[in-house]
């Protein structure tokens, strides 16, 4: 992470002194770098910590709110706009950023290089590097990192025990920018420090843990709180003692409750060993099966994150139906800005457009917590792709705000990162930007075909790579027809929608094209809305993905970004192109052999 590639503030680039205590002294600092900038701060005690507003120079708030309105300003000068008016409140207190970083200094599922402060078994980092982290995540609004990965790989369940006097400096370096750290810890930790059982409903395991909360509390009194992954792909969980997850979750939360500490669960809990030739067992059923039931059996402090979709972070998937299941208990939407099936930071994918069709679905106040599974590594511009970064952005826009806005986010991010491009370039990129979404889901899964995708390391085609695997993600396509019936007729899957919903998603004739082979099985002849059939359909998506990706790339080649990101865009599009030439000609060729019928347009297909 160069000093100059950092942010898309330049104000941000600049290192930060040591010395910063407190988030007021951070926006003096800020400020002052400013020429006739001109802003007084107000400390205003009557105003909630993270609220702000601004009038005739003069930033007013609580103790972080007034960084937050440091960095508005800063962000409004800008961008030659005005300045945000009246009191600025997030609708979320929390605003989490989880990384998947291990102590050998790997990522799970990182495109952007190494673990920003992990490296050989231990905490690795340059301190003012972390604290312009913290000045770039406090400048778009997100209040909570989550530092290791949710897999707790050793030694990093001893990040709560031998490794405290660290992860208190650590904390140290983010908590002047409004920035609280979580860890990942293991269900089973107990156990492996010699315990007989990791049995919730114990006796000696609830004392263990609150004697551990006792210890973590005292080195960091403003610890957020433990993010735990249970009985999933293999972790532990309350599962193995016959217990539900809201006695494992309670367990915890009842430790950590004396300190104000929160306990963030995941629901992202599946069969990961199912045998393909079950098919009653329907993946994407799992969470609302395991976690509706519980409504209501949460302790306060605990956050339930649901994974959207219900599958997993799947270039399109419908909302999760456990969203609308759980009304008594606090749930945390989690999205994932690493790009795992969306590209991996090479092909350009902007979420904002994504976020906004899932807040068509999903008002806000339906969740009260937000979660993004990090983008961040140690790679010059910290998202591995120069674009990369604007998911980083956006997230901590749409956590502070959540509102259908992408253009006007992309545009924001546009004319932050690139003031040197003229108006008409800068909307160039915000175009390209918005389109992108929509032009990968053709090139690779159209219609909501998932899991088309090479196992394992995700990447690139693999139209049957998972279909005769144990992680219960099929599309079983035939010589006739492909896709899963989740209507009541099948799985009944779409019956865990309110029934609004559900009768939307039950009839094809109704359902969303994107959703079509999500929710149903279909013939290759069936027609669609638009009169083509399905099998003309998937062709011409796929063509269409492959030619938007050229005109896409014809355009950024175009483009005068500045120095190293011209080079760097460049690069990784030649990647992407390629990789959707492989898409279409791969996933057109599968369904050509296996349906026979032949393209309408009579474009290549390979035989
Ligand atoms: C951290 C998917 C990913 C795993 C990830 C898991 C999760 O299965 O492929 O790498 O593990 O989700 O979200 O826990």
Not at 235 to 242: A, L, M
Not at 489 to 498: E, L, S, V
């Amino acid at each position: 992470m160069s000093e100059s590639r950092l942010s898309w503030l330049p104000f941000l680039e600049k290192p930060v002194p040591a010395d910063l205590t407190e988030p007021a002294q951070v926006a003096a600092f800020e400020l002052s770098q400013v020429p006739g900038a001109g802003f007084r701060l107000a400390p205003d005690a009557s105003l909630p910590e993270e609220a702000w507003s601004v009038a005739q120079g003069e930033i007013r708030g609580g103790r972080t709110g007034i960084l937050y309105g440091t960095y508005a300003c800063l962000e409004a000068l800008k961008l030659g706009r005005p300045l945000p008016e009246g009191l600025q409140q997030p609708l979320y207190d929390s605003r989490m950023i989880d990384c998947w970083d291990n102590m050998d200094g790997t990522v799970e599922r990182g495109y952007a290089g190494r673990s920003l402060w992990f490296e050989g078994g231990k905490f690795s980092y340059d301190p003012d590097r972390i604290r312009r982290l913290g000045r770039l995540l406090a400048s778009c609004g997100l209040n909570v990192l989550c530092l290791n990965n949710v897999n707790v790989h050793e030694p990093a369940q001893n990040l709560i025990a031998d490794w405290l006097p660290k992860l208190a400096a650590f904390a140290g370096l983010l908590r002047p920018f409004g920035v609280r750290l979580m860890t990942s810890i293991d269900f089973s930790q107990p156990m492996r420090e010699d315990g007989p059982t990791a049995d919730p409903l114990d006796a000696g395991v609830q004392a263990w843990w609150k004697e551990c909360a006792d210890r973590v509390w005292a080195a960091i009194p403003d610890f957020f709180g433990f993010l735990v992954k249970a009985d999933s792909e293999h972790r532990p969980g309350p599962f193995t003692y016959g217990r539900t997850h809201a006695e494992g979750a309670n367990m915890l939360a009842r430790a950590i409750a004396p300190h104000g500490g929160k306990l963030v669960w995941r629901a992202f809990v599946y069969n990961c060993m199912q045998d393909w030739r079950d098919t009653h067992t329907d993946r994407p059923c799992a969470a609302y099966d395991t976690y509706a039931p519980l409504d209501g059996q949460f302790d306060d402090n605990v956050i339930l994150q649901v994974k959207n979709g219900p599958f997993d972070f799947q270039v399109r998937e419908p909302v999760s139906p456990t969203f609308y299941a759980m009304p008594r208990t606090h749930l945390a939407l989690e999205v994932q800005l690493a790009q795992e099936y969306t590209g991996q930071q090479i092909d350009i994918y902007a979420m904002p457009p994504m976020w906004d069709e899932l807040l068509e679905d999903l008002p806000p106040q339906t969740v009260s917590a937000v979660a993004a599974v990090s983008n961040m590594g140690r790679d010059a511009n910290l998202c591995g792709h120069p674009f990369a970064a604007l998911n980083l952005y956006a997230f901590g826009r749409y956590a502070w705000s959540p509102a259908p806005r992408a253009a006007e986010v992309i545009r924001d991010w546009v004319g932050l990162t690139y003031p040197g491009l003229t108006a008409d370039e800068r909307k160039t990129l915000a175009g390209l930007l918005l389109d992108s979404r929509s032009v990968y889901e053709k090139y690779t899964a159209p219609l909501g075909l998932c899991w088309m995708v090479s196992p394992n390391n995700h990447y690139g085609p693999s139209p049957d790579g998972y279909e005769y695997q144990a992680w219960g993600t099929y599309h079983k396509a035939n010589r006739d027809a492909v896709g899963i019936d989740r209507t009541a007729k099948g799985t009944g899957y779409a019956a865990q929608y309110p029934p609004e919903m559900q009768a939307v998603y039950e009839d094809p004739a109704t359902c969303p094209d994107e959703l079509l082979l999500f929710f149903h099985r279909l013939r290759y002849d069936y027609v669609m809305r638009d009169g083509r059939t399905l099998i003309q359909r998937i062709y011409d998506d796929h063509f269409a993905g492959l030619e938007q990706t050229q005109k896409m790339a014809e355009t950024l080649y175009a483009l005068p970004l500045p120095e190293p990101d011209r080079t760097e865009a460049r690069e990784r599009m030649a990647l992407q192109l390629h990789d959707a030439r492989e898409w279409c000609d791969i996933v057109n060729t599968f369904f050509h052999r296996l349906s026979g019928v032949p393209d309408a347009h009579g474009r290549k297909i390979w035989d």
